[in-house]
C-alpha cells in the first residue's frame, strides 16, 4: 500500500464499512449492490486517463461483502486496489482528508494530489440523510460536496430530494473526469443526467 500512496496518484477511500453494517436479511442484498458498485467504479477507473489509487476501508476479507465481491466479480482478488481493515481515518493525517458528503456546506473547487478523499459506502434505497456528514464531524475532518448547486439548476421535471441522490458510481465518475479535464460543466453533466432533475445553467439561460 505505501508504494502506492506515495506513487502521485490522486488518492480515494471507500469507507465500505457505512454500507456493509446491516442486520440480515438486508444485508445480502446491500452486499450485492455494494459489490457491484465495486465492481463499477473499479472498471471506470481502469479506463481513466488518471486513474486514482483506490482503497476500500473497514473491509475484512472474512465478511459477507468479500464473499458477495468474490462470487459477483471475476478476478476480483486480483484487483490493483487496497483492501484494509483498517479505519478510514486511521490510513492517513487527518488534516489531509476531505470526506465527501452531499450534506457538507462545502462546494468541492478542485480535487487536490496533496489531499485524499472518502466516499462512504451507502446503498440503500432509502435516503438517510447526515450519515457521512455526522462521521466526518466525529473525527473533526473537512467535508465537501460536489459544486452542483454552483453549476446546474434544477428544471421543472425535477421530481423530489431522492432524484437529488447519486450512487458511489456516479460520483466517482464526476471526480474522474474533473481531474483529467479540470472543467467542472463537463464532470457534472457526465455524472448527472437530466432525469435527476438538474441542467447546467447555461442550457436553460
Same mark, same amino acid.
Given at each position: ?110 480535487? #487536490?494530489?496533496?489531499?485524499? !478523499? ?6 440503500? +434505497?432509502?435516503?438517510? /440523510?447526515? &450519515?457521512?456528514?455526522? $462521521? ?36 466517482? #465518475?464526476?471526480?474522474?473526469? !474533473? ?6 460543466? +463537463?464532470?457534472?453533466? /457526465?455524472? &448527472?443526467?437530466?432525469? $435527476? ?9
Amino acid at each position: 500500500m505505501a508504494s502506492l500512496r506515495a506513487s502521485g496518484f490522486c488518492r480515494l477511500m471507500w469507507d465500505v464499512s457505512i454500507g456493509s453494517k446491516r442486520p440480515c436479511p438486508q444485508a445480502v442484498r446491500l452486499g450485492a449492490r455494494l459489490a457491484g458498485q465495486i465492481r463499477r467504479l473499479y472498471g471506470s477507473n481502469k479506463k481513466a486517463e488518471r486513474p486514482f489509487w483506490i482503497c476500500l476501508t473497514g473491509f475484512t476479507t472474512d465478511s459477507p461483502l468479500y464473499e458477495e465481491c468474490l462470487r459477483m466479480n471475476d478476478g476480483f482478488s486480483s484487483y490493483l486496489l487496497d483492501i484494509t481493515e483498517e479505519d478510514c481515518f486511521s490510513l492517513f493525517p487527518l488534516e489531509t482528508l476531505v470526506y465527501l458528503t452531499p450534506d457538507s456546506e462545502h462546494a468541492l473547487a478542485n480535487v #487536490d494530489v496533496d489531499k485524499v !478523499y472518502i466516499l462512504g459506502g451507502l446503498v440503500d +434505497e432509502s435516503i438517510q /440523510k447526515k &450519515v457521512t456528514l455526522q $462521521k466526518a464531524q466525529e473525527h473533526s475532518v473537512k467535508t465537501a460536496r460536489l459544486p452542483i448547486q454552483e453549476y446546474m439548476v434544477k428544471c421543472q421535471s425535477g421530481k423530489n430530494y431522492h432524484s437529488e441522490i447519486l450512487t458511489i458510481n456516479q460520483v466517482f #465518475d464526476i471526480l474522474s473526469t !474533473y481531474f483529467e479535464t479540470q472543467n467542472w460543466p +463537463e464532470a457534472l453533466k /457526465k455524472g &448527472v443526467c437530466s432525469r $435527476k432533475g438538474y441542467v447546467l445553467q447555461n442550457s436553460v439561460e
